[in-house]
């Protein structure tokens, strides 16, 4: 299994500012992915973090607000823009081993004041 | 687009009892079915998977069906334990890559003593 670690693991932030989450994995991983969970909801795909090309989007999801970068097959990060109590979740990273299972890292608890 | 439904949305049960969870999805061409749980404040943890080529798998308590006929699959527990309860999400692929999941809703398992 894959080794994912993610930072911060919480944050309180104020409304209107932005907020780098970080995702670092022991091995080199073709696809990596940001999902938020929203209190008490399920778990929804933000985008797909693609190396050496820009990130695929969901529906409802845009660049502007969650900037993503992927410089190697190891780390992404995933900036959370202008934000606001809505934006108020859990952002977990996720990727696909060579065993096509999905892991999840710690996710990030954001809080938005 | 992949569309998951998941049922019940809340499950108590008595210790020992079987509990099982049912999810349907609406893309035929998905093929990865996973099952995470997620105990209060952590992230989803994978407990079983089944891909498409296969009608049913086990791990010891925990079970998956798949009818890829009718487009559903089921979580089964066997001998509940209190420590089973958790949030149980399934999860289909979108389409035929198996690394981007659709998540259903949950359900809230509640295994008393």
């Known amino acids: 299994s894959a080794v994912i670690s993610q930072k911060p693991s919480r944050d309180i932030c104020q409304r209107g500012t932005s907020l780098t989450i970080q995702c670092q994995v022991d091995?080199?991983?073709?696809?990596m992915f940001w999902y938020r969970q929203q209190p008490g909801q399920s778990l929804t795909l933000i985008a797909t973090a693609n190396q050496g090309s820009e990130a695929t989007y969901e529906s409802g999801f845009v660049i502007d607000k969650f900037p993503i970068s992927r410089p190697n097959l190891t780390f992404s990060t995933l900036t959370v823009s202008n934000m606001s109590p809505e934006d108020s979740s859990i952002y977990l990273c996720s990727v696909g081993t060579n065993g096509n299972t999905i892991y999840f890292g710690e996710g990030s608890w954001l809080t938005v004041v | 687009g992949e569309n998951v439904e998941q049922h019940p949305s809340t499950l108590s049960v008595q210790e020992g009892d079987s509990a099982v969870i049912k999810c349907t999805y609406s893309d035929s061409a998905s093929n990865y079915f996973p099952w995470y749980k997620q105990e209060l404040g952590k992230r989803p943890q994978l407990i079983i998977d089944i891909r498409s080529n296969v009608g049913e798998k086990k791990d010891q308590r925990i079970a998956v069906t798949l009818n890829k006929t009718a487009k559903h699959f089921s979580l089964h527990i066997t001998e509940t334990q209190p420590e089973d309860s958790a949030v149980y999400f399934c999860?289909?692929?979108?389409?035929?890559?198996?690394?981007?999941?659709?998540f259903g809703t949950g359900t809230r398992l509640l295994v008393s003593p």
């Open positions: 091995s080199q991983v073709t696809m």
């Open positions: 999860a289909a692929s979108m389409g035929t890559g198996f690394q981007k999941l659709v």
